[in-house]
């Protein structure tokens, strides 16, 4: 069989899922994804993300990992890697009187990695950023009329990006991502009478982030033995500044212009456009440790963002710069287990893993009282997390490559620190498909 014909299935699903992506919002179901750049996404993919999110220390030769580019050398040059992942969630929210549950999917990302050249390994793909995705509200009255008054908003960051590694001595690497950041976002408030047949008013901010995003990553492995081995990984993000223009526009309809998206405004109260608004996207500081055997890995990550006084526009919140956001801290640890990687009982080559993980908000939010819509300050929350998962693995006979199908089960809780925030439980499955495959053999017949 050729292998040029193996390529081409895999070549026509990465074009296919990636216009897809392209083409749709990646969202949440997250009322926290009002303020900011919405709910920050994890760069840990399958296997990774089972267990814990731990990725800077992560080397491995059949395993994609973008959160560390450093970790791309670690690759034969025979072998493509395909990494395809999905998951469906459900989300359920509580304010302490009301609760509401939601069920979402995604398709959440796409990688491909493969040899360059000698000690020399490359990766691209599409990554989610963050992901907004929200649609709450509560009925409010002004003198006799009764409205329901609804906050909506859709869009996120997604980041395709290029990286490539290089293994300059036998137990060092550097790696670098240059990605292209994109995005859409929409923030509405929607006022929709109950007890008149008055017009539906939707005041309305959109703005688009176009801009490059860069990582740099190193790692470094000590051989303890010939089956143990110690891996430091370090990653560093610079700070990004850029500028998007800032639509913002009143507008009345005869119905809900959510409920019909092609719905032309029957009056437009105003429109407006804020033009050359500063956005901060900022550096990040990223290191990890490592500990693997034959049977055996455990490792933890700590990240610091340095998002307090990051630049954003006061038009979509009416908070301040020194308001807005907090510094993210976030600890990420896992393990994983495998009875025999080379017996030939399928049970005794499965890998089991598990992780836990910790962070605080990046954001802040302006905390009412749905009651008297009194004002009682700003409010927070921390994050924790917690997943399982495992890999099933297949052999091709034929090459001898592993592939694995993974499948996680996480769990996560946003626990406010103020009264009257929401609390949201999230329970996620994962399935993630490692496909490798033997492409740059040069076959000597046919």
Do not use: C
Request: aromatic content about 14%; overall charge neutral.
């Amino acid at each position: 069989m050729n292998i040029k014909k193996k390529r081409f299935p895999l070549l026509i699903a990465f074009l296919t899922i990636t216009t897809v992506i392209l083409a749709q919002q990646v969202g949440s179901n997250s009322p926290y994804g009002r303020y900011g750049f919405g709910v920050l996404s994890n760069p840990a993919l399958g296997a990774s993300e089972a267990m814990g999110g731990i990725s800077y220390g992560l080397r491995r030769s059949q395993q994609v990992n973008p959160g560390n580019p450093a970790s791309y050398s670690e690759l034969d040059s025979l072998t493509f890697i395909f990494d395809l992942g999905v998951s469906a969630q459900l989300s359920s929210m509580s304010d302490g009187v009301n609760s509401r549950d939601f069920y979402n999917g995604n398709l959440d990302y796409i990688a491909l990695q493969f040899p360059l050249f000698r000690n020399m390994g490359g990766s691209v793909g599409l990554l989610p950023y963050s992901k907004v995705g929200y649609n709450f509200g509560n009925r409010r009255s002004l003198s006799d009329i009764q409205y329901l008054e609804t906050y909506r908003g859709t869009g996120g960051l997604s980041q395709v990006y290029f990286g490539a590694a290089w293994e300059p001595f036998k137990s060092l690497s550097i790696g670098a991502n240059v990605s292209y950041l994109f995005g859409n976002f929409s923030h509405s408030r929607i006022s929709t009478p109950v007890t008149s047949n008055a017009l539906i008013s939707e005041g309305k901010n959109r703005f688009s982030i176009r801009e490059l995003k860069y990582d740099l990553g190193l790692q470094y492995s000590y051989n303890i033995s010939n089956t143990k081995s110690i891996t430091f990984g370090a990653v560093y993000s610079p700070q990004i500044t850029t500028k998007a223009d800032v639509y913002s526009s009143v507008m009345n309809y005869t119905s809900d212009p959510y409920q019909s998206p092609d719905l032309e405004p029957v009056q437009i109260i105003s429109s407006d456009t804020l033009s050359g608004e500063g956005f901060q996207i900022p550096q990040t500081f990223g290191a990890g440790l490592t500990y693997q055997t034959e049977n055996f890995l455990v490792g933890v990550d700590g990240t610091y963002q340095l998002w307090k006084n990051s630049a954003y526009s006061s038009q979509l919140d009416g908070l301040t710069d020194n308001s807005r956001y907090n510094d993210l801290y976030r600890i990420n640890a896992g393990a994983e287990y495998v009875i025999d990687p080379y017996s030939q009982n399928f049970f005794n080559r499965i890998r089991f893993r598990g992780g836990i993980s910790y962070s605080n908000s990046y954001i802040n939010v302006s905390v009412s009282n749905p009651e008297s819509s009194q004002n009682i300050g700003m409010g927070s929350y921390n994050e924790y997390g917690i997943n399982i998962g495992l890999g099933l693995p297949f052999h091709d006979l034929r090459t001898g490559h592993l592939s694995m199908l993974n499948i996680g089960f996480g769990y996560s809780r946003q626990d406010p620190n103020s009264q009257f925030m929401v609390g949201q439980d999230m329970f996620k499955i994962s399935v993630n498909m490692n496909v490798n495959e033997l492409w740059f053999f040069k076959r000597q017949f046919e």
